[in-house]
Structure formats: C-alpha cells, structure tokens
C-alpha cells in the first residue's frame, strides 16, 4: 500500500511537472507571437529606430527563438525594459523571456525565481574617460566621480573594485543608463562605467565620440544571458537550445546563406541539426525543422555577432572570449542528437 501510494504521489508530481513544463511554450504557439523583454536602447544588442524595427544581437536570439518555435522569425514583439522593470516584467509573466544584456548571477539563478538559459554574451565592466584626461588605468580613477546606473551588478561591482584596490571615489548614481551617460558627457562625472560591450555601444551615441576612450580594465565577470521563470522547464529547454543551434551551426559552417544546400549534407551531425533525419525537434515539442529554421531565417552566431557588434557593425567589438571554442573563445554548443 505504501509502495503504491508512493507511486501516485511520484506520478501526481510529474503530471503536475509536464503541465508547468509546457506552459509558456503552448501560450507562446496560441498566441502566434512571442514576447521578449528588450533593452530600450543598446546599441549593436537591441535598439529600435524610428519606424519601430528593432536591430541587434539579442534582438536576433529573440527573432532566433520564434524562428524555432513559430517558424517565423518576425512573429515578436519588442518590450522595451530598463534594469529596473526587467525582473518584475518576467516574473509577472509580462514577457515571456527576458533577452537584454542581463548578467546571470546567483541570486537571480535561485532567490529571485529565474533561471539563466544560455550565455549570449561573455562580458565584463569597464570605464570610459575624456582622453583629455590623460588616464590610462582604472586605477588612476583615485578620488574620481563615476556615473553609474543604479540597482544593477555594476553598482555593486563598482564598489568592490574601490573598496578592495583602497581608491576613493564617489558615486553619481542614476536610475537610468541614458541619464547617467548624459551626466557624464555633460561633466558631471570624470566617468562613466557599464559593461565593456555597453561602453562601445554608448560612446558612439556621444555628440564628439573621438573625445573619449573605453579603458583597458575589465573588473568583473558579466556572462549576459537569456532568462526565463523558473518551474517551465520545456520552456527554458526551447530558449536554450535555440542558442546552442546558432553556435553549433556556425561550428558546422552552416549559414543563412547555404542552409538548403547542407540539407544534402552527409554528416550525421548537420543532418540531425537541420531536421533531415531524427527526431530531435519533438522532446522539445517543436518541429524537427526548429534549428533549420534558426539558421535560415536569422543566421548562425558568427553571422549575427558581426552584423549586430562585431566587424561589420560600427561596434567593431572583436570576439574575443565570444569566440567558439575551438577558436580560443567560451562559445560551445552541446550536440544537438
């Protein structure tokens, strides 16, 4: 009897695990659109223009997952979120992923009820200063003011740098990025400090870019990455592997533009990726066709770093630690079989 009310417990648990896991995947296909938590204005990450179109790399993980999903990578819409509303747009099931330039942290992971799905961007803080003023270091920043956006991890990482290398500084703190770099370009602050990709981003939106310089500090480790509610498991499953399908595509030297000829492809490992045999696309509940489409309608990592940041953007950010793996970089796709 014990055995078998143990038995009805463990299945009650795992209907009940099904029914959480399929949640936001089935809301996303009724609905025909998904819903993904943006920057309101990031450079070369996610920024709309004046008619409303967004551009960037984590527009384009977005545009990658309803790609996946909904076979059609147009079916989204942008929400435009500061630092602030992001956590309570996602928990509130405002949106149904958060992809904007989001540092995967501890507690976020556990206390705040997310869960951090892939690493879209390695990153980490910097400082941009006047070239006038002649500083080459963070650490000659002793008794400096700094423009920072207030409630993020750059704040608090800001602090611990200071405070451990004992320099003195005083913080002008601001609840809004794009006020803080105004406060900054104005003079108010000797400078100003984000994530290093962030600092490229923003020192082109400056009236005289030239003035300025993004210094070669790096204070902290800011892997950016996609986030969704915790307890939706097919969910996060979705919203990661359409990430590892770009890095794995680009390791395979599939691309946008010869998609349909590697269908004809011999290797095992490309036919299972783009849905030619296998059945890879059903345990995530999508159509075995999910990273073809990726691939075909958005592009590979490597097509979707340049474009948005890298050398074929005004970013011109090299890859560095976003490099694949097996190029000295962090990026690395599980197999998809």
């Known amino acids: 009897m014990l055995k078998f009310a143990a038995g009805l417990l463990g299945l009650a648990a795992c209907v009940g695990a099904t029914g959480a896991q399929a949640g936001t995947l089935d809301t996303v296909k009724s609905r025909g659109q998904l819903i993904c938590g943006a920057n309101t204005a990031l450079a070369g990450f ?24 909904l076979g059609d ?6 929400i435009p979120l500061n630092a602030k509303d992001r956590f309570p747009a996602l928990q509130s099931g405002e949106v149904d992923v958060l992809i904007r330039n989001t540092t995967w942290t501890t507690s976020r992971d556990s206390n705040q009820g997310f869960l951090f799905a892939a690493t879209d961007f390695y990153d980490g803080q910097g400082f941009m200063v006047r070239k006038k003023q002649n500083v080459s270091s963070a650490k000659e920043l002793d008794g400096a003011s700094i423009c920072v956006q207030q409630g993020t991890t750059t704040e608090l990482n800001l602090a611990d740098y200071f405070r451990s290398n004992n320099i003195k500084y005083d913080s002008v703190a601001f609840q809004d990025e794009d006020v803080a770099l105004k406060a900054f370009e104005s003079g108010r602050c000797d400078a100003f400090t984000t994530d290093s990709s962030g600092l490229y981003a923003e020192r ?5 870019p030239d003035d300025y310089m993004v210094l070669p500090d790096i204070i902290s480790k800011e892997p950016l990455a996609s986030a969704v509610r915790q307890g939706d498991d097919q969910w996060f499953n979705v919203v990661r592997w359409s990430f590892y399908a770009m890095l794995n595509a680009e390791e395979a030297g599939v691309t946008s533009k010869n998609a349909d000829d590697m269908l004809k492809s011999q290797d095992p490992n490309i036919r299972r990726m783009l849905g030619v045999e296998g059945d890879q696309g059903k345990g995530l509940g999508l159509d075995n066709k999910w990273a073809y489409n990726i691939v075909k309608m958005v592009g590979n990592y490597g097509e979707i770093f340049d474009k948005n940041v890298g050398d074929g953007s005004a970013l011109k950010i ?20």
């Open 46 to 69: 996610g920024i709309p223009d004046s008619s409303g179109g967004w551009t960037g790399l984590d527009v384009d993980y977005c545009r990658a997952i309803a790609a996946a999903v």
């Open 73 to 78: 990578p147009t079916k989204v819409k942008f």
């Open 204 to 208: 082109i939106r400056l009236t005289n």
């Open 318 to 337: 090299k890859r560095g630690q976003n490099a694949l793996w097996n190029k000295g970089g962090l990026q690395y796709g599980p197999p998809i079989r």
